[in-house]
């Protein structure tokens, strides 16, 4: 429902009184408009629940890379050591918390061109980060099991 | 968040009533801030040095979910979310060394 910031509004002249702000164009002016536009190159301003809820799934994930750099620290630090394998906790660890550090940068990115795309009225860019921690979390699962799987096998 | 019937300017951004969004966004806030405490106690306990101050930044983190966004200022940048960005950033390379030390490293031996 982004129908109030559709292209249209964008070409509607200066001083029309649907949100003519003037603070948004710092910082912002490295972007040109789309062409068809005369008002400030940064789109319009989208309703504020839309805003409120792109930065809401931000923090979401902020928590949940928080939660995987100190599963990654946890693991390295409080996990017995396997046996027949001294550095595997490291190899759990040490992924995870990169993972974090990971979805963090992303999903600041990823709030930025979500709330880009809200002030244009055009479609929502399509997440990565599900991907991206689906493929990683199997990934260090699989490590994990082959790593049981060594330890089990050099451990009497 | 009730406001005052006469208070808002029906016109400004900041005063329209966005439904209970901006109370849901505040407790994700809150929710954010209970995370940094829980991280930074979770290290505090081996390594204080580095705990202490990720357990202050919760403080830190429930303050920033009062100060108005971009709901409010617009645009396409939001320098409390960058701060987070960049403190979970530092938080896990502070992880990244600590994973290779040994239980108080920094401060108990």
Request: aromatic share 6%; hydrophobic share 45%.
């Amino acid at each position: 429902m982004t129908d109030q910031t559709s292209g249209e509004d964008r070409g509607a002249p200066p001083g029309t009184g649907d949100g003519a702000r003037t603070g948004d164009r710092t910082g912002t002016g490295d972007r040109t408009g789309t062409g068809d536009g005369t008002g400030t190159d940064d789109g319009t301003e989208p309703d504020a629940r839309y805003t409120f809820a792109n930065e809401r799934t931000f923090l979401a994930w902020s928590r949940t890379s928080l939660a995987l750099v100190v599963g990654g620290l946890a693991i390295a630090q409080l996990l017995p050591p396997f046996p027949g394998v001294p550095w595997g906790r490291h190899v759990i660890g040490t992924p995870l918390i990169l993972l974090g550090c990971v979805i963090s940068v992303t999903s600041y990115a990823e709030w930025k061109a979500s709330q880009r795309a809200l002030r244009h009225g055009k479609p929502l860019p399509r997440s990565r980060v599900p991907q991206i921690l689906a493929i990683a979390i199997a990934a260090i699962g699989l490590v994990a099991a082959a790593l049981a799987l060594v330890s089990a096998v050099r451990s009497p | 968040m009730n406001r005052p019937a006469g208070e808002p300017p029906a016109d400004d951004i900041e005063y329209a009533d966005p439904g209970l969004a901006r109370e849901r966004t505040e407790l994700a806030w809150t929710r954010t801030a209970i995370s940094f405490a829980a991280v930074g106690a979770a290290i505090l306990k081996y390594h204080p040095v580095v705990g202490l101050p990720v357990l202050a930044l919760s403080a830190v983190v429930w303050w920033l979910g009062r100060l108005p966004g971009a709901a409010v200022a617009g645009g396409t940048r939001d320098r409390r979310l960058l701060l987070i960005t960049l403190t979970i950033t530092a938080i896990s390379a502070a992880a990244l060394v600590l994973s290779f030390l040994g239980h108080g490293s920094l401060l108990l031996r």
